[in-house]
């Protein structure tokens, strides 16, 4: 026998006063915005405001794990009276998320991604410079999603969603972001989403393609990638190690063209080669030397780890793993709200909670702790961390 789905009540809802810096954000870019007809049709009594405050709430609630448990919340009389002002039907719900364009949600993660305070203390070696780990994670889509195709399994059946994204290796927070189908390449979003100036950092898929390398020297951009062992190098000049260099693990620091013929040669690039006890880097970069050292490119590099520690952040903690949409658009909405979910948390908390974190602000939130409790407790668990760090 099924059981029957539990009714959702008041009481097991929780994160209401973060849509307030949401709202604000969204009145600021929707303000400029032309928006689609249909929101200015007298009958509309559902605007992109409460549906997108709704949908980002069902984010920030793990008992909410559908469209229909979503929708079936807007009847509850604060859920209306905080987040979306009425009730908001299956069919609305699913009609507004053709209406909206993404894009804007785009731009409301940027301005919260520009206002939101550092998660971290910038690295002192760091500090100055602009250092941008790209990567990108797959998010399994339902197979009736056909859109979604990624080309994996044994028939190429299987379906994924692409979140490429741009993450601050300073500040600690993502910059930027784009959603695509699963195959979708991740070196052409980064030549698409690389901006003059900052330095990307990627992992080894990004060091095999050597057109790359030119691309975003093109565009009056910087690289730090890896390699992999096998790669031909053809070195023109040997550069002098430092003792700092010595202790960060850097045996080899040259200038050199790859390549295995001259139809494949790259540009000119420096290899900076790192072995310790347990690990072995083979980096490539176009960065100038006196702008970043040997021992300042390993940095950078281990510095790319952040980024996958977020990707398991917001898929574990915050919990995105299931879609309340499931089409093209709907599904790049909810990814761009996972992403503003992690930016109002920083606001809130100022730091990205872990799992221990965000249950003191969640039982804050559900009237079972006080604001001078959940303040004594976080900063408690505050000082722990930072203990464990220095341990």
Same mark, same amino acid.
């Given at each position: 026998?099924?059981?029957?789905?539990?009714?959702? !009540?008041?009481?097991?809802?929780?994160?209401?006063? @973060?849509?307030?810096?949401?709202?604000?954000?969204?009145?600021?870019?929707?303000?400029?915005? !032309?928006?689609?007809?249909?929101?200015?049709?007298?009958? +509309?009594?559902?605007?992109?405001?409460?549906? =997108?405050?709704?949908?980002? #709430?069902?984010?920030?609630?793990?008992?909410?794990?559908? %469209?229909?448990?979503?929708?079936?919340?807007?009847?509850?009389?604060?859920?209306?009276?905080?987040?979306?002002?009425?009730?908001?039907?299956?069919?609305?719900?699913?009609?507004?998320?053709?209406?909206?364009?993404?894009?804007? &949600?785009?731009?409301?993660?940027?301005? =919260?991604?520009?206002?939101?305070?550092?998660?971290?203390?910038?690295?002192?070696?760091?500090?100055?410079?602009?250092?941008?780990?790209?990567?990108?994670?797959?998010?399994?889509?339902?197979?009736? %999603?056909?859109?979604?195709?990624?080309?994996?399994?044994?028939?190429?059946?299987?379906?994924?969603?692409?979140?490429?994204?741009?993450?601050?290796?300073?500040?600690?927070?993502?910059?930027?972001?784009?959603?695509?189908?699963?195959?979708?390449?991740?070196?052409?979003?980064?030549?698409? @989403?690389?901006?003059?100036?900052?330095?990307?950092?990627?992992?080894?898929?990004?060091?095999?393609?050597?057109?790359?390398?030119?691309?975003?020297?093109?565009?009056?951009?910087? #690289?730090?990638?890896?390699?992999?062992?096998?790669?031909?190098?053809?070195?023109?000049?040997?550069?002098? &190690?430092?003792?700092?260099?010595?202790?960060?693990?850097?045996?080899?620091?040259?200038?050199?063209?790859l390549g295995a013929n001259e139809a494949s040669r790259s540009i000119r690039v420096r290899i900076v080669e790192i072995r310790t006890r347990d690990q072995h880097l083979l980096l490539v970069t176009? =960065?100038?030397?006196?702008?970043?050292?040997?021992?300042?490119?390993?940095? @950078?590099?281990?510095?790319?780890?952040?980024?996958?520690?977020?990707?398991?952040?917001?898929?574990?903690?915050?919990?995105?793993?299931?879609?309340?949409?499931?089409?093209?658009?709907?599904? !790049?909405?909810?990814?761009?709200?996972? =992403?503003?979910?992690?930016?109002?948390?920083?606001?809130? !908390?100022?730091? +990205?909670?872990?799992?221990?974190? %965000?249950? &003191?602000?969640?039982?804050?939130? %559900?009237?079972?702790?006080?604001?001078?409790?959940?303040?004594?407790?976080?900063?408690?668990?505050?000082?722990?961390?930072?203990?464990?760090?220095?341990?």
């Open positions: 026998m099924v059981d029957e789905p539990k009714e959702i !009540t008041e009481r097991d809802l929780h994160n209401w006063q @973060m849509l307030e810096a949401f709202q604000e954000a969204l009145d600021r870019v929707f303000a400029r915005a !032309t928006l689609h007809r249909t929101f200015a049709a007298p009958g +509309r009594r559902v605007g992109y405001g409460p549906y =997108l405050s709704l949908f980002l #709430f069902g984010l920030f609630n793990p008992v909410v794990e559908s %469209m229909r448990g979503l929708c079936g919340i807007s009847e509850l009389p604060r859920v209306q009276r905080e987040v979306c002002g009425s009730r908001i039907s299956l069919g609305t719900f699913s009609e507004l998320q053709h209406v909206i364009a993404p894009e804007l &949600l785009h731009q409301v993660f940027q301005d =919260l991604a520009q206002r939101a305070p550092a998660h971290q203390k910038p690295h002192p070696k760091l500090a100055a410079l602009n250092v941008i780990a790209q990567d990108g994670s797959l998010w399994r889509a339902l197979p009736r %999603m056909g859109w979604a195709e990624y080309g994996v399994g044994p028939k190429g059946e299987a379906k994924g969603v692409r979140l490429h994204l741009r993450f601050s290796v300073v500040d600690g927070k993502p910059t930027d972001a784009k959603v695509q189908r699963g195959k979708s390449c991740e070196r052409k979003a980064l030549r698409e @989403m690389s901006v003059p100036g900052q330095i990307s950092v990627g992992d080894r898929y990004y060091g095999e393609d050597y057109q790359l390398f030119a691309d975003v020297e093109q565009a009056s951009a910087f #690289f730090v990638f890896r390699l992999k062992e096998s790669a031909v190098i053809h070195t023109e000049r040997a550069l002098p &190690l430092t003792e700092e260099d010595r202790a960060a693990g850097v045996v080899r620091h040259v200038w050199a063209v176009n =960065l100038p030397i006196e702008q970043a050292d040997a021992a300042l490119i390993g940095l @950078m590099y281990r510095k790319r780890w952040d980024i996958e520690l977020f990707f398991r952040w917001i898929k574990c903690i915050l919990g995105c793993r299931h879609f309340f949409a499931e089409s093209p658009a709907g599904v !790049t909405i909810q990814l761009y709200l996972a =992403l503003i979910a992690s930016l109002l948390f920083q606001f809130y !908390t100022g730091q +990205r909670p872990n799992k221990r974190t %965000m249950e &003191l602000i969640q039982f804050y939130l %559900m009237g079972w702790a006080t604001p001078e409790e959940l303040i004594r407790l976080l900063e408690q668990q505050v000082a722990r961390q930072a203990a464990r760090k220095k341990g």
